[in-house]
């Protein structure tokens, strides 16, 4: 997300990235959730890509939401009065507006992550598993709490601290970077673990749930943190972080970003 660009081009910018990457990673993420949930991951590309046409609505969605707002507070942080518009902002700052941007994105991402997810677990088009899914009305919402924290603190990593870090590289290894692209690496990784590894536990709650509509093995949010902790301790909270700091790092090393 970018201050110089309006609101409807950050949309734009942000629609197109999330729906190309979900096109060339939904491997990486199939793989996570099943991980996750404990759950045999398939070979079989037909099966990797279920729920690719609910997850390129939700990511087009989601990060069209993330780069407008994001880019909207950005600007409105910049030309705030007593700001110079012309100075770069602060992490602090860039954190803010990603945390906002990230929260509101929630809203969208997370009914359509379960009926991804239902998808994936079970076959069948979205008609079908919207149909399981509204049997009780209540599970929209399912997994929400998880969404929206993990949402909030990955859109930091996956917009906000990659610029701070390549500026300061920039900045003060100007020998060793002295081009964007050159930064753009070491960038990508540091928020990567920062997007991946802090916000993972929340994600791993968020798939259980929504992976278990019928509450057959995990509850509320409480609930299913305590059986995941229970069962498999904190390294129950991180399975399937490889899978998702892959794919976290291969997009976010591509100059589109």
């Not at 989601?62 to 910049?78: E, N, Y």
């Not at 997994?143 to 996956?158: P, Q």
Request: charged share 15%; net charge positive.
């Amino acid at each position: 997300m970018s201050a110089e660009l309006d609101e409807q081009q950050n949309a734009t910018v942000g629609m197109t990235v999330g729906m190309i990457e979900v096109l060339i990673l939904q491997p990486f993420n199939y793989a996570k959730n099943m991980v996750q949930q404990q759950r045999t991951i398939s070979l079989n590309p037909m099966i990797m890509y279920r729920g690719v046409g609910a997850n390129c609505i939700n990511m087009g969605s989601c990060t069209m939401i993330q780069f407008a707002v994001g880019g909207k507070l950005k600007s409105m942080v910049s030309n705030q009065e007593g700001n110079d518009p012309n100075k770069p902002l602060t992490l602090g700052q860039e954190m803010s507006c990603g945390i906002v941007a990230g929260t509101m994105s929630a809203v969208v991402g997370s009914p359509l992550e379960l009926i991804m997810i239902q998808q994936q677990r079970k076959g069948g088009g979205v008609p079908t598993r919207l149909g399981d899914i509204m049997q009780n009305p209540v599970n929209i919402t399912r997994g929400f709490v998880g969404a929206a924290i993990r949402e909030a603190l990955w859109t930091c990593g996956y917009l906000s601290i990659p610029p701070v870090v390549r500026r300061t590289l920039m900045e003060s290894y100007p020998d060793t970077f002295d081009t964007n692209d050159k930064a753009r690496v070491p960038a990508a990784l540091l928020g990567g673990l920062f997007a991946c590894y802090l916000t993972h536990p929340f994600d791993t709650i968020k798939t259980c749930m929504q992976g278990d509509i019928e509450r057959e093995v995990y509850g509320n949010f409480l609930q299913t943190a305590t059986k995941i902790s229970s069962d498999s301790g904190l390294r129950g909270f991180y399975r399937g972080a490889t899978f998702r700091y892959g794919r976290m790092v291969s997009w976010n090393t591509f100059p589109m970003k």
